[in-house]
């Protein structure tokens, strides 16, 4: 495997299920993010992970939780969400946050919730 | 309120032709701008960027511009191939905006290169 993977790349979800959202970077980078695209709205930063250490919540609600293991593997755990959360979750991974350089995206993760 | 905007949902040009898509930010803060191109089903990929200590960075058959002044950026590609049609975002981070890492994005433009 190369680059940033997602797993699953579809998810439908009852309101009242839990399930998590896999991401996987095999760049060596140090940081990792999710990401949610909504339909017609520009791209919105939820977390944001550096060395396994979360420096950034962007005001997202509990039922999104996040997981860092390592610098390689990133979890976003899903629980009682709303119909209105669905949307593409897109994982990044970049090599140092402290300095600007490109984010590599996955593929992402299509939810639907019902 | 979007501090980057790409006021065209859509773009078509004919194969052969010049593609350029248009991105304004408000943020004056702003000193490094991205463009990512995203094809259906896929992440979006990094395609360019350009810092503001410069006005124009190219790579092939993209060139970024970069105007401060009107605080406006526009990626050109020429010769446009079909193989370019994509939805194409602008996204521009700072450490005025809070850290070098926060990408700010715009909503996207698609673009559809005619055979």
């Known amino acids: 495997e190369t680059g940033v993977t997602q797993t699953p790349r579809h998810l439908v979800m009852g309101m009242t299920n839990k399930k998590s959202l896999k991401c996987e970077q095999h760049?060596?980078?140090?940081?990792m993010y999710w990401y949610k695209q909504s339909a017609k709205k520009p791209l919105e930063l939820m977390f944001v992970y550096n060395f396994k250490e979360q420096t950034e919540n962007n005001s997202v609600p509990s039922r999104f939780s996040p997981e860092c293991p390592n610098s390689s593997h990133l979890f976003l755990h899903l629980h009682t969400l709303q119909p209105e959360d669905s949307a593409l979750y897109l994982c990044?991974?970049?090599?140092?946050?402290?300095?600007?350089?490109?984010?590599?995206f996955g593929p992402g993760t299509r939810l639907t919730v019902l | 309120d979007q501090q980057v905007k790409q006021n065209s949902p859509s773009l078509r040009v004919q194969e052969g032709r010049i593609s350029i898509l248009n991105c304004d930010y408000t943020?004056?803060?702003?000193?490094?701008f991205l463009w990512y191109k995203k094809y259906p089903a896929e992440g979006p990929t990094f395609l360019i960027s350009i810092s503001s200590i410069k006005d124009k960075n190219e790579d092939g058959r993209f060139t970024v511009f970069l105007n401060k002044s009107a605080k406006h950026l526009s990626l050109h590609i020429v010769p446009s191939q079909p193989g370019d049609s994509a939805v194409y975002f602008c996204a521009a981070s700072g450490r005025g905006g809070g850290s070098n890492y926060k990408l700010t994005f715009g909503k996207g433009t698609l673009l559809t290169v005619n055979p």
């Open positions: 760049l060596g980078h140090n940081a």
């Open positions: 943020n004056s803060m702003f000193d490094y």
């Open positions: 990044a991974s970049s090599q140092d946050p402290d300095i600007y350089n490109e984010q590599f």
